[in-house]
């Protein structure tokens, strides 16, 4: 066990199943976003109110959707080689 796991700051909502979340995201290779998403997923019923820790999971996820539709968007625009004037 890591030195920083055998420290808990606060509650026990993180550890789940044996696991650290950060430890869950790191063996998934989960970029922020969907470590913070995931975080409040897995709490929301463990600190007494779900809708806020849910809304907080679709705000990261709503982010992150932003993020990779302006990639997906820069990446066609490099295939094409022109830029779109009215973007």
């Known amino acids: 066990m ?8 606060g ?3 993180y550890k789940r ?3 650290e979340h ?3 995201v790191n063996r998934l290779n989960l970029n922020y ?5 995931t975080k409040y997923i897995e709490r929301c019923y463990l600190k ?3 809708v806020q ?4 999971a679709i705000h990261y996820l709503e982010k992150l959707i932003e993020i990779e539709t302006n990639r997906v968007e820069n990446e066609l625009v490099d295939m094409c080689g022109y830029v779109d ?3």
């Open 2 to 9: 890591s030195v920083a796991n055998q420290k808990q700051i």
């Open 85 to 87: 004037q009215d973007r």
């Open 53 to 56: 820790d849910l809304k907080k």
């Open 17 to 19: 199943g044996g696991e």
């Open 33 to 37: 976003f969907q470590g913070c998403a």
């Open 11 to 13: 509650g026990t909502h």
């Open 22 to 24: 950060w430890d869950r």
């Open 48 to 50: 007494g109110n779900p």
